[in-house]
Nanobody, 122 residues
Framework: QVQLVESGGGLVQPGGSLGLSCAAS????????MGWYRQAPGKQRELVAS???????NYADSVKGRFTISRDNAKNTVYLRMNSLKPEDTAVYYC????????????????WGQGTQVTVSS
């Protein structure tokens, strides 16, 4: 059993900052890529940022220069620092992680967190 638990969402004014974290727990052998997605009302879920096991990062064009993804492998945790927030950043943010529970490739799958609401409004 593996769980991803997110924290850090909330209400922030435009131009403000917010940090999200997502901790993986349970029967974990290794964690490969980790990432953050978001889904706004009436829209499809979209990738915000991802980070692989070598710490290479990838960002959606809409957040480049404003958001920073990082991870702490010792804590099995991924972070998202969001600066210069805009109303269009309002969404439910989900973390995901590509996790192996053992040496077999059959034990590898992607897990999702429950989501945390981020609202950017004055």
């Amino acid at each position: 059993q593996v769980q991803l638990v997110e924290s850090g969402g909330g209400l922030v004014q435009p131009g403000g900052s917010l940090g999200l974290s997502c901790a993986a727990s349970g029967s974990i052998f290794s964690i490969h890529a980790m990432g953050w997605y978001r889904q706004a009302p009436g829209k499809q879920r979209e990738l915000v940022a991802s980070i692989n096991s070598g710490d290479s990062t990838n960002y959606a064009d809409s957040v480049k220069g404003r958001f920073t993804i990082s991870r702490d492998n010792a804590k099995n945790t991924v972070y998202l620092r969001m600066n210069s927030l805009k109303p269009e950043d309002t969404a439910v943010y989900y973390c995901n992680a590509d996790i192996s529970r053992g040496v077999s490739v059959l034990s590898r799958r992607v897990y999702w967190g429950q989501g945390t609401q981020v609202t950017v409004s004055s």
